[in-house]
């Protein structure tokens, strides 16, 4: 007791705060690659240096203390190497967490009207079996996607999204890009997902969905030719099965502002008072 409150007594307020940051900074990664394929990884990487510290340091293995010593740097290097993937998407995550904050009145308004123009079409291009692949722009650029394609720039409407995706026409089997409420390209050429894909129902098109939102934050819609249904990927994940007004409500929870999904709710209530103050003081 007496050993605890002498290391109590020399603790400051400089160390207390150089440990909040230290645990601030892991709670931060790990919040980060949460629900993605790292986190198994991870812990079995955690397990294997507390197994190997124990066996070094209690045992008495000079030889294989000195192998662990030796290669614990060489596998600092390669875990960057193993998570490339689950990185990249950590910090494009973190990066867009500043974009959010400045979400204005009218970039609800153009998201509202993609959305509109995309239901509409795609509930028409299911009724009428035809084919359609959406790829809606988020923080993350597609730009050399759309490099390789044909360059539209053209207002979104259900009308130009039909007659792309007509079957006699030559843009029909690529995907458009969407951005910022224009078409920034058409038939464009997606990456396809290399994960195994249970349902044998899913083809190139939701292959093609399913790959392109594992490498950003893009949502797709998918219309099947052959079974005329409407599907909507997002982080590697299919939701199947919808018609034109379940497909407005899901892209409308994608695109929710990340504040009132992240953060607790006296911060949202906080805010909507702060903007009732500022429409009184306009008024």
Known sequence: M???????????????????????????????????????LLRGVVLLVIAVALLSGYT????????????????????????????????ERLGRAGTLLGRTAGQRA????TVAAVTEACGLLAERRHGALVVIERETGLQEIADDAIPIDATITPELLLTIFEPHTTLHDGAVIVRNGRILAAGCVLPLS???????????????????????????????????????????????????????????????????RAWPRWIARARQAVRGLLKEGEQ
Not at 16 to 32: E, G, H, N, R, T
Not at 110 to 113: F, M, Q
């Open 60 to 91: 008495g293995l000079r030889a294989f203390g000195w192998l662990t010593k030796n290669a614990l740097p060489a596998l600092i290097v390669a875990i960057p190497v193993v998570f490339q993937q689950e990185l990249r998407h950590a910090l």
């Open 110 to 113: 153009v998201i509202e009207r």
């Open 194 to 260: 290399t994960a195994f894909l249970a349902d044998r129902e899913l083809g190139l098109r939701h292959r093609a969905a399913i790959g392109v939102t594992e490498e950003s934050d893009a949502v797709v819609v998918v219309v099947s030719e052959e079974r005329g249904s409407i599907a909507i990927a997002h982080s590697g994940r299919v939701i199947r099965n919808l018609d034109a007004k379940r497909l407005g409500t899901v892209m409308h929870a994608f695109y929710q502002p990340a504040l009132e």
């Open 2 to 40: 007496a050993n605890l409150l002498w290391y109590l007594h020399r603790i400051g307020w400089i160390d207390v705060l150089d440990i909040l940051l230290v645990a601030f900074v892991f709670f931060w990664l790990l919040y980060l690659l949460r629900g993605t394929r790292a986190v198994p």
